[in-house]
């Protein structure tokens, strides 16, 4: 399907990977609609669409997802509706997993029925490799479109019933729906209570940085940017009904090796990590085969991960009010309910 004409409801817009998709988006179609629907919960912040907030194709809304009343409201002349909002962070879901049931799950429904009455022409749906579970320390094992869901925590569970209700909307009602799975994103404007952002962050304050465990849980890294391009690619070549598997571009690189890594592109020994007590659940590996993507899309990352860890880390380090401003008030109090008196 073609994006230029297109009048797009973004939700979760002014979140990490959101916020991302909307300024790739305006940049590189010229003729099409954006509008944000987003609560601003913690984790939603507009200073990241400081750059588009005056373009008249670009507009935002304040709302909560759950709310069928503003949703129906929003979804009056949408043409595709791409759903990112969610409350996305593990350990907070170990704390409050009620809020992630409503948000992740029911919000979900309540943007379902909206869609199903207002004849969208497509809903795309953003979720994560994590509804599949753990692999083990095992490079044969990737997770695909085929795997079984198996979340651990109450985030994925959360977000394994939204994957099964699009699914359902597609069946029931016919709903022309998309779906994609992918692995952890890191890049410009995350929130720095995921693991890349915090280590930077933590290290340009000159603090310890925390490692979970023994720290070598695994993660498939993907540049957001590249993640972005697959939602589009999704989007726009996508079989109705289809989940595509978006992965990152290396292979068993765990959470200790992801930190020296920054260490040395920031100039820092190893007496600043911390091993703290591990998250409960804690998956030990993810790993994504994209081929159906490759094939189907032609999806394929470009950036690796030493280099996208150099542009991030430049991003924060260029960017320094942006994380101060997040780092105050309510999340320090988070921090030290999750981290205790760390440093
Ligand atoms: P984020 O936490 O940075 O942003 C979430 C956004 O959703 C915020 O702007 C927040 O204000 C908004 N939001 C939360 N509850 C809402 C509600 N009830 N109504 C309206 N808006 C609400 O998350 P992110 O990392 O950008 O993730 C975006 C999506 O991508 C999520 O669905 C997540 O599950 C999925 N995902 C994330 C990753 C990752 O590595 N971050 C990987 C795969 C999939
Ligand atoms: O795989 C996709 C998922 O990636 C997304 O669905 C989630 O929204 C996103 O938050 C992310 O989940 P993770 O739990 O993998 O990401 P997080 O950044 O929280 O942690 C990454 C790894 O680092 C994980 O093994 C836990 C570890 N970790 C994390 C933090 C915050 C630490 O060792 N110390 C920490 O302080």
Known sequence: MELNGQTVLVTGGAGFIGSNFILYLLEKYKN????????????????????VEDDPRYSFIKGDITDPA????????????VHFAAESHVDRS????????M????????????AVKHKIKRFHHVSTDEVFGSLPLDLKLKFNEDSHLKPNSPYAASKAGSDLLVRAYYKTFGLPVTLTNTSNNYGPYQFPEKFIPLVITNLLEDKKVPVYGQGINVRDWLWVKDHCRGIELAITKGRLGETYCLGGSEDMINNLVVIKKILKIMGKDESYITYVKD?????LRYAIDSSKAEKELGYRPTIKLDEG?????????????WWQRVKTGKYQTYYKKQYGDMG
């Open 94 to 101: 170990v704390m409050n997993p009620a809020e992630f049931v």
């Open 32 to 51: 099409l609609k954006i509008i944000n629907l987003d609560k601003l919960t913690y984790a939603g912040n507009l200073e990241n669409l400081k750059t």
């Open 103 to 114: 948000t992740n799950t029911v919000g979900t429904q309540v943007l379902l029925d909206a």
């Open 70 to 81: 503003v949703v129906g409201q929003v979804m009056v002349g949408i043409d595709i509706v």
């Open 309 to 321: 860890l150099e542009m991030t880390v430049k991003w924060y380090k260029d960017n320094q009010g």
């Open 279 to 283: 998250r409960p659940g804690h998956d």
